[in-house]
């Protein structure tokens, strides 16, 4: 009796494992350099439709003039049905991780100029690039030392 109880332990266990297979992985987004990048969003300027996936606190510390907050998939999905698909979209977080999943599901519903800033945020203002702050300036190099 405890060997059938224990192989139909088994048995179920061994179902439940063969169907829980890993999701396939989604290829990663090629990224262009970031020379490149703003190179395209230069050229997009006031055309540029900007997405920030950082939360609402990043965003409000920091974020480049005119982007919009997507924090929350709700508000995500209202502000993608506001956007023209003919116009380049970017989209940043502090590194790639949120923006590059956000890019994904852009590329999902159909835009096809979807762009990445290479780097993100953190590159971005890394660069010297301007962002609207609500925390100041920040030390240089030299004060910081």
Known sequence: MKLQFLLFILSC???VAGFAQPAEK???RPLLSFDEF???FDKAGDKAQVLDARSAEEYEQNHIKGAINVDTEER????AATLDKNLPVFVYSIGNGR???LA???DQKGFPRVYEIPGG???WIGEGRPVVSTVGEGLTIDEYQ
């Open 13 to 15: 266990f061994a179902a």
């Open 26 to 28: 989604s290829e990663r």
């Open 38 to 40: 703003t190179e395209v």
């Open 76 to 79: 995500f999905e209202k502000v």
């Open 99 to 101: 923006s590059g999943r």
């Open 104 to 106: 994904q599901q852009l």
């Open 121 to 123: 945020l953190s590159k």
